[in-house]
């Protein structure tokens, strides 16, 4: 009833419109030399509408899209294992790789533009349409050419089952008094599995730890919530503000009493800035590395008819401080920078004291910090 409510109003308030939008239904119905489908023209119009916003994060899902979408929230799907994006020019951009999967086993890196799937010009086939060609049932062949200072290289990739990681926890093998957590995702089970790596790790006999978010794409705010917890004293973590309101969200006073230090570069995004925004701004710990990506909105998901969804941006988030970090990223307390090949070789093992060195940074920061 609120929705053909609400559909009166906007007909009434946009007759003109609404008037030519039907004008121009009739004409091609009528006058097009080409055989009219009018389920095409209606779902046409609809991505229009959710394209109007020109907002890359946002967009209408047909049924196929939707279950692609819904495969990758449940941490399992068939495809590369690219996170990928929208830069300023529209262009699809690499946010990162997930470690250890096709995409990043082949040398695809953060701020990879990706110019052709299948041969399909990517800018054509828009961010939807570009994940979901690259998705498939594991053990397929997809072939993607990227764009990287300005050279074009094209990777022939099988398909697998990507099953989206979430925490890696280790003693530095050169400084094992320092521990090292690697968070490659947010998703609901990352909580808990933070929880049993700290266990594994045997904190309280640590002088040290180090907080790896390079290449994590984010994903669920609650669960940013919940890890943070860990690294910032009780109070706010984020703020989410919304048309009608602002909402804080809290740590609950789990806080490790150890010196942290957290990397982060460009492919840091969404709830992993989350979490570093929130330890830089509380002076829980010194954040070493690049400038993170800069994705500082909240999208939901709503469902729709015939199992279609419209994924909308909602809500945008604020750090602490009330800093707006969306297309601008944090920046480090200590910047290190690493060429695109030193990133892709230093993650390709995880730690690696001799050639990473970003993490060497870190280990000479908590290496002070321990000294009596």
């Known amino acids: 009833m609120a929705a053909t409510a609400l559909a009166l109003f906007f007909v009434a308030t946009h007759f003109g419109e609404v008037s030519q ?3 121009v239904v009739s004409l091609i119905r009528t006058q097009s030399l ?3 489908n009018s389920r095409a023209m209606l779902l046409g119009a609809t991505k229009g509408i959710v394209e109007a916003l020109r907002d890359p994060y946002s967009g209408y899902l047909d049924d196929e899209q939707y279950r692609s979408l819904a495969q990758q929230i449940s941490g399992t799907y068939g495809g590369v294992g690219l996170v990928i994006g929208l830069d300023e020019e529209g262009r699809i951009k690499v946010i990162t790789p997930f470690k250890g999967t096709p995409a990043h086993r082949a040398g695809i890196q953060s701020g990879d533009l990706i110019i052709r799937v299948e041969g399909q010009d990517a800018r054509s086939l828009g961010l939807e349409g570009a994940a979901r060609l690259m998705q498939g049932p594991p053990g397929t062949p997809v072939v993607i050419s990227v764009q990287r200072q300005g050279q074009v290289r094209e990777f022939r990739i099988v398909r697998e089952e990507i099953t989206i990681p979430s925490v890696e926890a280790t003693r530095l093998p050169k400084h094992p008094y320092i521990g090292y957590l690697n968070l490659t ?15 594994e790790l045997k904190v309280r006999e640590l002088k040290g730890l180090v907080l790896d978010l390079r290449n994590n794409p984010g994903g669920e705010l609650t669960a940013a919530v919940e890890v943070a917890g860990y690294f910032v ?9 919304s048309r009608r309101q602002t909402v804080p969200y ?9 010196p942290l230090v957290v990397l982060i570069n460009r492919g840091t995004a969404s709830a992993a800035e989350i979490v570093a925004g929130a330890i ?16 500082g909105r909240v999208q939901k998901v709503f469902l729709l008819d015939g199992g279609a969804a419209l994924k909308l941006t909602t809500e945008k988030y604020l750090t602490p401080s009330k800093r707006d970090i969306n297309g601008r990223g944090i920046e480090p307390d200590v910047p290190v920078p690493m060429t695109p090949e030193e990133s892709a070789r230093a993650l390709l093992r995880a730690p690696d004291e001799e050639h990473d060195r970003q993490l060497k940074k870190a280990v000479e920061i908590l290496a002070a910090a321990s000294k009596p």
């Open 21 to 23: 939008l039907v004008k």
């Open 34 to 36: 080409e055989p009219v």
């Open 185 to 199: 995702a947010f998703n609901e089970k990352t909580p808990e599995a933070l929880r049993r790596s700290l266990e």
């Open 233 to 241: 004293p009780p109070g706010p973590v984020v703020y989410t503000v």
């Open 250 to 258: 809290l740590a609950r006073g789990n806080k490790l009493d150890l």
């Open 280 to 295: 830089q701004d509380t002076g829980s710990g010194v954040l070493v590395g690049e400038r993170t990506f800069g994705k």
